[in-house]
């Protein structure tokens, strides 16, 4: 792509020579001459580090002369977008690789792509510019919608319904049974989950994630929603829209997640709760079962607590140390007046 139609995509002003090709993006340091990179200016600081890269996007305040620069509100929001179209990768020959094992009761949409050792069962409908990637599974009546893809090894129990536009990456598994059990007298048995899996357009979920299905009713994740790898959601949770959750994310059966929340990385959440609508978790941060953390506002902790509140938990926690060196020097000094 030349700088020109980098500028036009991001509708930035462009600075420069219009005509440069360039190839692909890096950091600021590492760039060369066919390089897009972006630079996020700091308080106080308006001129360019030095960089070999060929277009830097940067902010509209930034100066560097002589050199060949995209200004934008948001440099790293449009080096995404830019970087998204610089290293698109051609979609898959349409077709079924011969090893792949696809029932003749399934609907396979048009244009779409069935690579090695693929199986699909009965009554499995993949719709039009799919792309299923070698030994991934599609299990009977299950629906995908236009444009999915499932990296290599993916699976889709048949009970599980994807929109459009949904990735799964590779070991990532939707519709798995829910743990759900039943104490007996001396042994556990397993109550039967016959819920479904329904997911919205344009959700990624990260490799070696697991999506339950529902026991009674369905499992549900909205549009948009983003979990990174190794998350998992339990039977019956109901994630709303365009939530992201970073690695290691554990829900427990029935919680509820309001729309664009942030959950990081190893949170827990017990039985039942339920995180607000742009709620921020924090890493390691946990939720009992039952509970509810209202709507906006950052959290941390176990039990979550608002940000400011665990900081200055933290902060005690940390004095502790001194406090009972503190406590013992008073007590020695309380023996020495006793004995006196």
């Known amino acids: 792509m030349t700088t020109g139609e980098i500028a036009a995509l991001v509708k930035g002003e462009l600075v420069g020579d219009a005509d440069l090709e360039l190839e692909s993006g890096h950091t600021l340091e590492k760039a060369r001459e066919t390089h897009l990179a972006f630079w996020k200016r700091r308080p106080g600081q308006k001129e360019l580090p030095p960089t070999r890269a060929g277009c830097v996007i940067v902010d509209p305040r930034t100066s560097a002369d002589g050199r060949t620069l995209i200004r934008s509100l948001h440099p790293r929001r449009a080096f995404a977008q830019a970087l998204r179209s610089l290293m698109a990768q051609p979609a898959p020959d349409a077709g079924t690789d011969p090893s792949a094992q696809v029932d003749a009761s399934a609907t396979i949409g048009s244009r779409v792509s069935i690579g090695p050792h693929v199986v699909i069962e009965a009554g499995a409908l993949v719709g039009a510019d799919s792309v299923l990637g070698s030994h991934a599974f599609v299990g009977g009546g299950a629906v995908l919608g236009r444009g999915c893809r499932l990296h290599p090894g993916a699976r889709v129990y048949g009970n599980a319904r994807l929109g459009d536009r949904v990735t799964l990456h590779a070991g990532a598994v939707v519709g798995s049974e829910g743990f759900g059990l039943v104490f007996e007298t001396d042994h556990y048995e397993r109550f039967p989950q016959v819920g479904g899996v329904e997911i919205g357009s ?55 997640v309001e729309d ?34 209202g709507p906006g506002g950052a959290y941390w902790g176990t039990p979550a607590r608002p940000l400011r509140e665990q900081l200055a938990r933290q902060a005690l926690v940390n004095r502790l140390p001194g406090v009972f060196d503190e406590v013992k020097r008073l007590r020695a000094k309380v023996e020495k007046l006793e004995e006196s």
């Open 202 to 256: 344009d959700v990624e979920i990260g490799a070696n994630s697991c999506v339950d299905r529902g026991a009674l009713d369905d499992t549900r994740i909205g549009a948009g929603t983003k979990l990174d790898n190794l998350v998992h959601i339990g039977h019956n949770c109901q994630i709303g829209r365009h939530v992201v959750m970073a690695a290691q994310v554990g829900l427990s059966g029935g919680v509820v």
């Open 260 to 293: 664009h929340a942030v959950l990081g990385g190893q949170a827990g959440i017990g039985d039942r709760a339920r995180i607000g609508a742009r709620v921020q978790l924090g890493g390691q941060g946990g939720l009992l079962p039952d509970k509810t953390i």
